[in-house]
């Protein structure tokens, strides 16, 4: 049996302001198998984003046990979070964070490249996703020529780009007109279905977190199961 792409014991986030003492995150535990595409609910200031730096590994000063494709990673030093980053993890953000001065293709391939892919071959998996995402056209055009909907199917086919066991996207439509977020998010979960991923989709929007697999709320710093 595979292991889990994300499992996590225990995670706890605190932060100080002040005399107070905020807890964010209460002992979450959760666990993503391979493929399953989950849905993360819960309003504005909940800790959606807390937990996925956590499970990033994009800061430190957690508590608990995360691993992600049976490999604790919460205690890696940061040369080893970055490789687990590198090779396993996928990022999606609420603002798409493209390189200006790149066309699409180019952003797609870097982060190949990076990871030791040759040129060649980079090109054409970049080539692949973003044709796959109704961009095949749109290959040369710079991130200012392109409307939000498209620079964020860029930022898509990024985080697919090196085939992550796990696909983490932050409000990843939050930006979007409706009917725009709506083609876009289909298009994710198609996409990630089709290359294997697993995703952890954090989103206020629940007729959007309908159409995944799983859903759990964040409430009071802990994972509660959609009913």
């Known amino acids: ?17 002040g005399e107070a003492t905020i807890h964010v995150l ?4 959760l666990t993503i198998q391979p493929g399953e595409i989950v849905g993360l609910l819960g309003p504005s200031g909940s800790g959606k984003s807390t937990l996925l730096q956590a499970v990033g590994l994009l800061e430190g000063g957690f508590e608990g046990s995360i691993r992600i494709a049976g490999k604790e990673a919460a205690q890696l030093p940061s040369g080893g979070r970055t490789e687990v980053r590198r090779d396993c993890l996928g990022f999606v953000y609420q603002f798409h964070h493209l390189l200006p001065d790149f066309n699409a293709l180019e952003n797609v391939v870097l982060p190949q490249m990076i990871h030791g892919a040759l040129r ?3 090109d054409s998996r970049a080539a692949l996703l973003l044709t796959a995402l109704g ?15 498209e620079q964020q199917r860029v930022a898509v086919a990024r985080a697919l780009a090196n085939r ?6 932050d409000e990843p439509t939050g930006n979007l ?11 994710l979960l198609e996409l990630v279905r089709g290359e294997g991923s697993a995703a952890l989709i954090a989103t206020h929007n629940e007729r959007l977190a309908a159409r995944m697999d799983r859903v ?9 199961e959609r009913a």
């Not at 961009?135 to 909907?149: A, D, E, F, V």
């Open 164 to 169: 992550p066991a796990l696909v983490l996207a």
């Open 177 to 187: 007109d409706e009917a725009t977020a709506d083609k876009v998010l289909e298009q």
């Open 120 to 122: 060649k071959e980079a």
């Open 135 to 149: 961009l095949g056209g749109r290959l040369t055009h710079r991130p200012s020529q392109l409307s939000g909907g």
């Open 26 to 29: 209460r002992g979450v535990d």
């Open 216 to 224: 759990v709320r964040l409430h009071d710093g802990l994972l509660e």
């Open 1 to 17: 049996m595979n292991d889990p792409v994300l499992e996590t014991r225990g995670l706890k986030r605190s932060f100080t302001q």
